[in-house]
């Protein structure tokens, strides 16, 4: 039997609770156990008047941000839309159902001034990641590290040759923020290439083809994360060129040691982070057991012995080569003399021109070289620690472990939708990183630690 269309008669009075209306499984109420904002309240303090009309409650867009990172809504217009229809969001605002929802361009202002004045995005990152200290999800022993190509808020085909410069003319916040970062180690100075385009947009952003796909103008975001828990330790970003991320590793790894004294054992990584000195700076300087692949191009492919032939003397410094004669670094006493270091730190170790002229192996050792002569790079004993590690077991759950950083990266790009930037330039760039961090470390601790275990529990 059909049922009568029912009219709605408005009630005089109506009780309602948002309370009631979120469900106990939803995502916010897990997450909202590990916000406490009280901190940051405290530390933007100095950057808002005593006097004049109230602002903005600053946790209420801090709210609103880690609403948007954690489901994947980039625009900020769009986000104070959802905001104001779903209850959800609503409750963990604390808007309760006549709040206001601060307008779009609120998020503009703060973020451009007081939100980086005070690098409040980086001290929110650091307050959940010492929840998940506290929590004991991270074990400190094992870190992995590795950085993944964002696309950034500029179109490929309006780059501009790099070797002619940007045009006079262009001037944006975005164009400041890159020649502030010129001699930064991470962006302008990370390689004296020149880059073949420049996006007069963002022209920080670097044209990269690494993806094997059409060239694109890009970021590197580079996680440094624990293996217990794959719990993101830092965040950096940095130019998509490798040696800038190996400058982003070694600037994270610090930043962890000093800041909250984790001081990881072993480092899990992939070929791009074996060079010699990266490898010497783990052994020598950090006392980290590198558990990465050597970066090594000393295997010849033309049937000629390869370096791995030549056996080496620590204790003669010389190596001896198949036929059983000697490479040494100097042949000549000289009063005065180098000490034989390139620019890229590495030693020759020559043969004697008779003995290569006399040797039966000369066609199979160096058929066109008179001489033969063997790179050593002053942080070969790192490399050989590295060699040595990659034959053991542990080296082998280390590689199998660290592929957890490429399912934060996936994570990253598919979930939360940061397969390309909003933002424009170093800062706009690091802004965006550390809420997608910070959001990917707060849905951790809501999936790892249930609703009825305390907060504090391991």
Not at 67 to 86: A, Q
Not at 194 to 202: G, I, Q, R, Y
Not at 256 to 266: M, Q, S
Not at 373 to 396: F, L, Q, V
């Amino acid at each position: 039997m059909m049922g009568d269309r029912q009219v709605v008669q408005d009630s005089l009075f109506y009780e309602f609770s948002i309370e009631t209306h979120v469900p106990t499984d939803h995502l916010l109420r897990s997450i909202d156990r590990f916000v406490d904002l009280a901190e940051l309240r405290a530390h933007l303090a100095p950057f808002y008047s005593t006097t004049g009309r109230p602002s903005i409650d600053p946790e209420l867009m801090i709210r609103m941000l880690i609403i948007g990172y954690c489901f994947g809504i980039r625009s900020e217009r769009r986000l104070c839309d959802e905001v104001h229809l779903n209850l959800a969001y609503r409750w963990f605002c604390r808007l309760g159902l006549e709040g206001r929802v601060p307008d779009h361009s609120t998020f503009s202002k703060n973020r451009h001034g007081r939100f980086r004045d005070s690098d409040l995005l980086r001290r929110l990152f650091e307050v959940v990641l010492r929840r998940c200290i506290d929590a004991g999800l991270i074990g400190g022993e094992a870190f992995a590290v590795d950085a993944s190509l964002i696309k950034a808020d500029a179109n490929r085909q309006k780059g501009v040759e790099g070797s002619a410069g940007l045009p006079p003319d262009a001037t944006s916040r975005a164009i400041t923020e890159y020649f502030g970062v010129l001699d930064d180690a991470a962006f302008g100075a990370a390689t004296e290439v020149v880059p073949k385009f420049l996006s007069p947009a963002d022209p920080a952003a670097r044209w990269t083809g690494a993806d094997g796909g059409l060239a694109y103008f890009a970021y590197s975001t580079n996680y440094l994360i624990d293996l217990d828990h794959a719990i993101i330790v830092d965040v950096e970003p940095s130019a998509a060129v490798r040696q800038a991320e190996i400058t982003a590793t070694k600037t994270m790894i610090e930043r962890a040691i000093d800041r909250f004294d984790l001081y990881p054992e072993r480092l899990a990584a992939d070929t791009a982070y074996g060079s010699a000195a990266m490898l010497g700076w783990l052994v020598y300087e950090q006392g980290i057991e590198p558990h990465i692949p050597v970066f090594d191009k000393s295997e010849r492919k033309d049937g000629t012995f390869s370096r791995a032939a030549f056996s080496y003397d620590h204790d003669r410094d010389l190596y001896t080569c198949p036929g059983g004669k000697e490479l040494l670094r100097r042949r000549r006493n000289l009063k005065e003399r180098g000490d034989g270091v390139d620019e890229e730190g590495f030693m020759r170790y020559r043969a004697s021109k008779l003995d290569c002229d006399a040797c039966s192996l000369k066609s199979r050792c160096c058929p066109r070289a008179e001489p033969r002569k063997i790179p050593r790079s002053i942080w070969e004993g790192a490399r050989d620690m590295a060699r040595d590690i990659a034959a053991t077991p542990e080296y082998a759950t280390s590689r199998r472990l660290r592929k957890k950083v490429e399912m934060l990266f996936a994570h990253l790009k598919r979930i939360l939708r940061l397969d390309r930037l909003r933002l424009r330039g170093p800062n706009g760039a690091k802004d965006e990183f550390l809420l997608a961090a910070t959001a990917q470390n707060l849905r951790k601790l809501a999936k790892l630690i249930p609703m009825n275990e305390p907060v504090g529990a391991t």
